[in-house]
Every structure is written in C-alpha cells, then in structure tokens.
C-alpha cells in the first residue's frame, strides 16, 4: 500500500513538475575548427560536427509591461525588473534591494527576490561587464591564491558581458549589481529520474543524460568525435547523442555541493549524487573532479577567434595550481587543442552526453522507478557570435 501510494505522489510530481524548466539556446550561429578558424556547418561523421549550432534550441522571448517597468519571460515564466538598481553592494546587502522593490510594489508585484545563478544564467542580455550577484553562496571557499584572501566566504554571480560564472568573496573586493526577479518558483528545478540504464533523465527539462562519463581526458576535437563514435555504436540505445551545450550543462550543475565545501554532507562533485564523476587528481595535485566540454565556441581575447570553447567545471574551478578560485559549478572556457597558444590551462576536459528526450523516450521515462528533485542552481548570458568572451 505504501508503495503504491508512493509511486502514485511520484507520478504526481512528474506530471506537475514536467518541462516546467525549459532551456533557452545560447543564440550561436557560427562553426569553427581547432584554432578558431570559421567554417562551413560540418557533415555527419567529419570532423568538428555537431557543435552548438547544429542544433535547434528554444529562442527567447521577451515582453516589456506596458508601464516599462519589468520584462516578462515568456520561455521560462519569470518577470525581471527592466532596469537594475544602480548600485553596487556586497552580497549579504542584496537582500535590502529585494525588501526595497517588495516595499514600494514595483511593477506591481511584491514577491522579489534574488535570482539563483541557475536563474540569472538563463537571462539573455550584453550589459558590458556587469556582474550580477545570484543568490547562491559557495559551499567551498576561496584557496590558497597569491593576492587574494585564502579561506574567503564566495558566492556566484554572472558576468553577463562574457558568459562566465564564478563565485566572488561576499565581503571583500569588488561590489556587484543585483537585478531581482519574481514569479515561477520551480524554474532551475531539476527532476531527475534514474533510468536503470545507464541514463539519467530530467524531466522538467525534457533532456536525457549519460550517466556515467567518458571517463578521461580529451581536447575538444575529440570530444565532438567521441559523440559521433557513440552514436554509431547506438550507445545506451540511442543514436542522437550531442555534446551539450553551456546552458544544457550548466543546468545539471548542482550548487549545494563542491569537493571541499566546509560541511562533510555537501562535499563531492558539483553534480547530484545519481550521476557519477570520474575522480581525478588537479594540475596542482589535490584529489578532484573534471571540467566538461561544450558544443559552445568562446572568444579568448577581444578582437580573437573562437580557438576556445566554454566548459563547466564540476569539481573545483582552479588557478592552475590546484586551488580552488571560481568555485565548483563555474562556467569558463579554454582553448579547443593543445599548441594552440591561446592562452591554455586545462584542455584535456570530459564528456558527458545529452539528447533530446523525444515520445518514446518520455513513455519510456515514465516507468516507476525513483525520481529526484534537485533544487540545482543554474544562469545565462548571450553566445552569440559578435559576443565578446574574456576570462
């Protein structure tokens, strides 16, 4: 009886909370080889397929009040405050802009809040190099980096003019922008169903994902290729596997977690614990987790060419010397190939595939087996190909 009336809550849940957290695209057009070179939209089964572009995506959509005073996002549901407090604050402070908007009934509503950085990632605009606070505070701290604070409180933030997110010290340095946000209370909510199959689903987004990973290192080539190797095999049943990208993988990044978080129940990599992460050893030695590549291309430099691509880190995103900088779930790039010269850190990242969950598979998902809810936290930001990208 209690089984029955268990999956019957469980069938419940997944039918309230299905495709209740919709992806946009990140608005990239373009293709481009290993060093950054343009080229023309690669076939199947040639090298450099199946990049960000390849793939149809949900476009946003954008409808400003008649007073002008919010923006409605009609994708995800949630309204935005159309212009932003002109202030800067530290993160503990945002809470006073919240109170501020709820006080005065701003745009008519008096349910502000702060977004999460799953919220604010998933926002499309160029505002130069603002960055935005989320309401997301780090679980692990800031290491051992020359010039700066070791063992510094961070939180995350989007810089919404180059696509990064990193946590930021909350009370330390540089002030940031907040822009608050209303309405849809279960968007960035994931609702993970584990397959028994070696696939994970996520019902609210609609995607299916490799449990597992490819389980080593590869530069970006390879990680397209490795796709495309898969899908021949007709992997885990399937032959439409891509590479995701930055905002399909951001949006599995779970934020309550970090290798290093200071309580022992949040340590592990930055992912919900239905999914596997192979354990690595970082550039400076210290037990970690990988960063996994993107279809997306980044621009390393201004007035450079795409010789990078965007990954997420879900173990800590380091300084080179193995301490933790930008915090687990930060969402950078490096270059496509080693010898490239642009700069390059990390190259040699991870893959975990995605596809689109079509009929049969939503039937398929359907089977009672567990589910999860994640409250993982996720952002966004234009990828556009006159967008500038700079660490």
Request: net charge negative; hydrophobic share 30%.
């Amino acid at each position: 009886m209690m089984k029955c009336r268990l999956f019957r809550e469980n069938r419940h849940i997944k039918e309230a909370n299905k495709g209740s957290y919709p992806i946009v695209g990140t608005n990239q057009t373009g293709f481009w080889d290993g060093t950054g070179n343009s080229i023309t939209a690669p076939a199947p089964d040639a090298a450099f397929y199946g990049q960000d572009a390849q793939f149809t995506h949900t476009t946003p959509v954008y409808t400003k009040s008649s007073d002008g005073l919010t923006v409605k996002d009609e994708v995800s549901g949630l309204t935005w405050q159309q212009s932003y407090d002109s202030g800067t604050y530290y993160w503990a402070a945002t809470q006073t802009v919240v109170d501020n908007l709820n006080k005065q009934n701003y745009g008519g509503y008096n349910d502000w809040r702060v977004p999460t950085i799953t919220i604010n990632y998933s926002s499309e605009e160029d505002l130069s190099h603002t960055i935005f606070w989320s309401s997301d505070k780090y679980t692990g701290v800031l290491g051992n980096i020359s010039g700066d604070t070791p063992g510094a409180e961070l939180a995350f933030g989007v810089n919404f003019g180059t696509g990064h997110i990193k946590a930021y010290s909350i009370s330390i340095g540089p002030k940031h922008f907040v822009r608050c946000v209303r309405g849809n209370l279960a968007y960035g909510v994931n609702l993970f169903q584990n397959n028994n199959d070696g696939t994970i689903s996520d019902l609210a987004t609609g995607l299916m994902w490799q449990q597992s990973d490819n389980g080593s290192g590869i530069d970006w080539e390879h990680a397209l290729a490795y796709v495309q190797t898969q899908n021949n095999a007709n992997y885990l049943g399937h032959n439409d596997w891509r590479l995701p990208n930055t905002k399909e993988l951001q949006s599995i990044v779970d934020y309550t977690r970090s290798p290093y978080a200071t309580n022992s129940a949040n340590v592990g990599p930055a992912i919900n614990a239905l999914f596997s992460c192979t354990a690595i050893l970082n550039d400076g030695g210290k037990a970690d987790y990988p960063y996994y590549w993107t279809s997306t291309s980044a621009i390393p430099k201004p007035n450079g060419t795409y010789a990078s691509a965007w990954y997420v880190a879900f173990g800590q995103a380091e300084d080179g010397n193995g301490e933790d900088l930008h915090g687990a779930g930060a969402v950078r790039f490096d270059a496509k190939i080693l010898g490239s010269g642009e700069g390059e850190e990390r190259v040699l990242n991870y893959v975990r595939l995605v596809r689109t969950i079509d009929g049969s598979g939503i039937e398929e998902v359907m089977k009672p087996v567990p589910v999860i809810l994640s409250a993982a936290k996720n952002p966004q930001s234009l990828y556009g190909d006159s967008s500038l990208r700079s660490e």
